[in-house]
C-alpha cells in the first residue's frame, strides 16, 4: 500500500466556504452545464470508493436498506465526512429514493437558489450502485432550497 501523506494538524476536513468556492469556480470555468457533469462524475467515483473502502461493495455485503443507509450516514454523516446526513433510502418500485439533509451542496445558499447537489447526489448514487451491484440514473427531485423538507435524489434501476 502507498503510504500517504496526512496533515497533522488540520486533519482531513476542510469548510463548506471552501468547498463552494471550488464548486462557484468549475461552474464558472466550465459552464453550469458542464460542471454538474464534472462535479457528479466525481462524486460518483467518491461513493463507490467510499463503498469499497467500508467492505460494502457488491451484492449480499448489504441485506437491508435500513443497514446500508446507516453505513452510508456513519461514513458521509456527522460521524463521518460530513457531506450530508442519509436520513432515510426508502424503495418505490424500481427506483430508490434518498431522503438527506444539511448537503454541503446547499450550504450557504439562499432560500430559492437554484443550485442543484450535484456532487452529493453523485456521491451517494456511487455508493450506491457499487453497495448493491446496480445500475441507477440519478436525479435531484427536491431540494430544502426551494421549499423541500430534505435534498431528496430519486435513482432509478437503468
Known amino acids: ?24 469556480g468549475v461552474s464558472e470555468t466550465l459552464g453550469d452545464k458542464a ?3 464534472a462535479l457528479t462524475a466525481a462524486g460518483r467515483q467518491r461513493g463507490k470508493d467510499l463503498v469499497a473502502s467500508l467492505g460494502l461493495k ?24 460530513r457531506l450530508c446526513a ?19 451542496c446547499s450550504a450557504n445558499e439562499p432560500i430559492g437558489s437554484k443550485m442543484e447537489c450535484t456532487f452529493t447526489l453523485g456521491a451517494i448514487w456511487g455508493a450506491i450502485e457499487a ?9 435531484q427531485i427536491e431540494s430544502v432550497l426551494r421549499g423541500g423538507s430534505h435534498d431528496v435524489f430519486e435513482l432509478t434501476l437503468f
Open 86 to 104: 442519509i436520513d432515510k433510502i426508502v424503495a418505490d418500485g424500481d427506483a430508490l429514493k434518498v431522503y438527506t439533509s444539511e448537503t454541503v
Open 131 to 139: 453497495a448493491l451491484g446496480k445500475r441507477y440514473r440519478g436525479k
Open 58 to 81: 457488491g451484492q449480499g455485503n448489504v441485506d437491508s436498506l435500513d443497514t446500508l443507509t446507516k453505513a452510508l450516514d456513519d461514513a458521509v454523516g456527522k460521524n463521518g465526512t
Open 1 to 24: 500500500m502507498t503510504e500517504l501523506y496526512t496533515r497533522k494538524e488540520l486533519g482531513e476536513f476542510n469548510s463548506v466556504v471552501c468547498f463552494k468556492a471550488l464548486v462557484t
Open 35 to 37: 460542471a454538474a457533469i
